[in-house]
C-alpha cells in the first residue's frame, strides 16, 4: 500500500526545498516564500542534532505548540548538484560524499587487493563522516536527517527478550504495544513483496546467502524496511528514476528512501513552531543564574572555515546528537566545570552493536549477480544460540560485474564497553583492539560453520592489502554514552539537572541486537510523551 504523505509533511518539505535551493541555513515554513527567517537566539526548547532521537523531539514539541529550535552541523541536502542529484553514487563519488575529505573512507578498502574503491575528492560538507579514534572509527550522517541518510534503511525491531535485559527498568509491554508500533508508523516502515523477492535478479545475492545458511542448517528472516518498495519494483520495471537499483547508499539515496527530512522532520517543521539552524556546531552547552541553558555554537562556511559564533538560550534542552555528539558535549561540560553536577556515568556504556564485517568467496556456480539493490532485506539470524549470538546482515556489493562475494556486516552480542574522556580540548574514547577481537571470535564462529558447510572461503581482498579477513575497526551502529537509568533517569532526564534530556543512541547501551534505529526512535517517542505530560508547563 503507497503511504500518503500529510499536509504538514507536505508543508515541511516544500520549506526544506526552498531554504535548500535559495542557500539558505535556516529553515521554517516561512522559508516556503523565499525568505531568509530572522535570526533565533533564544526559544522555550532547543534541540541539538536532527538525527532520529532530536527528530522526535522536534516534532512532537512542534504538536505541543512550543516554539522549537534544531541546530544541525551538517547542511540541507534537498536540491540537486550540477549533474541534476542531490547525492552522488557509492561507485562515483564525489565532493558530496565525505564530511571535509580530500578522499572518501568507505567500509571496503579495497577490491582484488586494488585501491579501487576509495576516490580523491575536494573538501566540503559532505553528508557521510568517519570519526576516527586510536583503535577505532565511527561512521555518521551529516546533514538534516542525520543518520537516516546514509544507512541501509534497515528497520529492524530487537527481539523482545534482548530488549528487556538491555532495558530491564522500561515496561516491554508499553514499548511493543504503544512505541515501537508509533515508530515504525511514524517512519514508513514497510516490508520486501516476498514473491518479486523470490524472483527478481536484484535480490540474488540474497537468495545464494539464504541457500549457503540453510546447508549449514541456520535460520534466515526477512527484515523490514524505510525504503519504499513499490518504489524500487518500480526501477526494477525502468518505469522509475534508479536509486537503490542504481548503487546508492552510503552516500545517501535520490529516490526511495523515507529519511527523516520526509517523514519527522518534515512534519516537524509543517507545525509551524519549529525552526531548523544548518550548519552550526554546538560546542559548549552551561546554564545561567536562572536555570536556563545556553549554548555557543559555531557556523561554518562550505569550506568549513567558522564565519561566526553564536550564543543560545532555552529552557528546555534536548540532545540529539548521537552517540558521539551528546556524549561529547556532555563530557566536555562536566570537565570543564559547565554542568558540574553531571554524574560519572557520562561517557561510559559505549559499544560498537558489536559490528563487524567480512566477505565469502563462493563457487562459481553460485553466481551473486551482476546486478544488486543497495537495500538489505535479510540477514542469518541466530541470535537465539546461546553460546555464540549473531545477527548478519546480507549485504550487498554492488559493482555491476559478478564477483561471486557474499559481504555481511555481523552484529554480535559482544559484552565489552568503553568510556570516553576529555583532556586538553579533545575526546578519547578507550576502546581497544582486544574488545573488537570479541566480535570478530563471535562473527568467525558462525561463519566458519557456513564455510564448512558449502566448502566456501573466506575472502582477503576487501579490506586492505594485509589480508585482513574481519572488518573489526569501525561501526555503523555506535550506542551508549549516556545510558539510560545510568547517566539519566529511565524516561532520558539527565541526572543532575532539570529540564535537560538525551533522546538518541547514546541511551542504548552499547548492543541491541539489530540495527538500532526504529529503537532509538520507539525510545525518544517514550521519553517525549513523558516529557510533555510531566515536565512542561501548561
Not at 541536502?77 to 541534476?84: I, Q, S
Not at 578498502?109 to 586510536?134: C, E, H, K, M, Q
Not at 568467496?361 to 544488486?372: F, I, K, P, S, Y
Request: with cysteine; hydrophobic share 40%.
Amino acid at each position: 500500500m503507497q503511504r500518503q504523505l500529510t499536509r504538514r509533511q507536505i508543508l515541511g518539505m516544500v520549506a526544506l526545498q526552498t531554504a535548500a535551493a535559495s542557500g539558505l541555513t535556516r529553515i521554517g515554513l516561512q522559508t516556503a516564500s523565499g525568505a531568509e527567517l530572522a535570526a533565533v537566539d533564544n526559544a522555550p526548547a532547543i534541540v541539538v542534532g536532527s538525527g532520529y532521537g532530536g527528530a522526535v523531539a522536534a516534532l512532537r514539541l512542534g504538536q505541543a505548540g512550543i516554539r522549537t529550535l534544531v541546530i544541525e552541523m551538517g547542511r540541507a541536502w534537498n536540491t540537486p548538484g550540477p549533474d541534476g542529484k542531490v547525492f552522488c553514487t557509492t561507485s562515483a563519488p564525489d565532493q558530496r560524499s565525505m564530511w571535509f575529505r580530500t578522499r572518501t573512507e568507505a567500509p571496503l578498502a579495497t577490491f582484488l587487493w586494488l585501491d579501487v574503491v576509495n576516490r580523491d575528492i575536494s573538501p566540503y560538507p559532505g553528508v557521510l563522516d568517519r570519526v576516527r579514534f586510536d583503535a577505532m572509527s565511527v561512521y555518521v550522517g551529516r546533514g538534516v536527517g542525520g543518520g537516516s541518510l546514509v544507512n541501509g534503511a534497515m528497520a529492524v525491531t530487537p527481539p523482545r527478550s534482548y530488549f528487556a535485559e538491555q532495558f530491564p527498568t522500561v515496561d516491554a509491554a508499553e514499548m511493543y504495544g504503544t512505541y515501537f508500533p508509533r515508530a515504525r508508523s511514524m517512519l514508513g516502515v514497510n516490508n520486501v513483496d516476498p514473491s518479486w523477492f523470490e524472483s527478481t535478479e536484484w535480490y540474488r545475492f540474497s537468495r545464494i546467502s539464504r541457500k549457503h545458511a540453510a546447508n549449514t542448517g541456520l535460520r534466515t528472516t526477512f527484515v523490514p524496511s524505510v525504503y519504499d518498495f513499490a518504489y524500487m519494483q518500480r526501477e526494477a520495471a525502468g518505469t522509475a528514476t534508479r536509486s537503490a537499483l542504481g548503487a546508492e547508499v552510503i552516500y545517501g539515496n535520490n529516490h526511495g528512501k523515507r529519511s527523516l527530512d520526509k517523514t519527522y522532520l518534515a512534519s516537524a517543521l509543517g507545525t509551524g513552531n519549529v525552526t531548523i539552524h544548518t550548519m552550526e556546531k554546538v560546542r559548549d552547552i552551561s546554564r545561567a543564574s536562572d536555570g536556563t541553558y545556553v549554548l555557543t555554537a559555531d557556523r561554518i562556511d562550505l569550506t568549513g572555515k567558522v564565519v561566526e559564533t553564536k550564543q543560545y538560550g532555552c529552557t528546555y534542552l534536548f540532545l540529539g546528537g548521537g552517540s558521539l555528539g551528546t556524549t561529547e558535549l556532555l563530557v566536555r561540560a562536566r570537565e570543564t566545570g559547565t554542568l558540574p553536577a553531571l554524574n560519572a556515568s557520562v561517557g561510559t556504556g559505549w559499544g560498537t552493536n558489536g559490528n563487524v564485517m567480512l566477505g565469502r568467496a563462493n563457487h562459481l556456480w553460485d553466481t551473486v549477480g551482476e546486478n544488486q539493490s543497495t537495500m538489505p532485506v535479510m540477514g542469518i539470524d541466530d541470535w537465539a544460540n546461546p553460546a555464540n549470538p549473531v545477527f548478519a546482515e546480507i549485504a550487498p556489493l554492488p559493482t555491476g560485474l559478478e564477483h561471486w562475494v557474499s559481504l555481511y556486516l555481523a552484529i554480535t552480542k559482544n559484552p565489552e564497553r568503553a568510556a570516553f574522556s576529555y583532556a586538553n580540548g579533545s575526546m578519547k574514547l578507550g576502546w581497544s583492539a582486544a574488545q573488537s577481537a570479541v566480535s570478530v571470535g563471535m562473527a568467525k564462529k558462525l561463519f566458519d560453520r557456513i564455510n564448512s558447510a558449502n566448502s566456501t572461503i573466506y575472502r582477503y581482498d576487501l579490506f586492505g592489502s594485509s589480508n585482513k579477513v574481519f572488518a573489526d575497526d569501525f561501526t555503523y551502529h555506535p550506542l551508549g554514552g549516556c545510558v539510560l537509568g545510568r547517566a539519566t533517569d529511565d524516561y532520558g532526564r539527565v541526572k543532575g539537572y532539570s529540564k535537560l534530556y538525551v533522546t538518541d543512541g547514546s541511551l542504548v547501551p552499547g548492543s541491541i541486537g539489530v540495527n538500532p534505529f526504529v529503537t532509538i526512535t520507539a525510545l525518544a517517542e517514550r521519553t517525549m510523551a513523558r516529557v510533555l505530560a510531566e515536565d512542561t508547563a501548561p
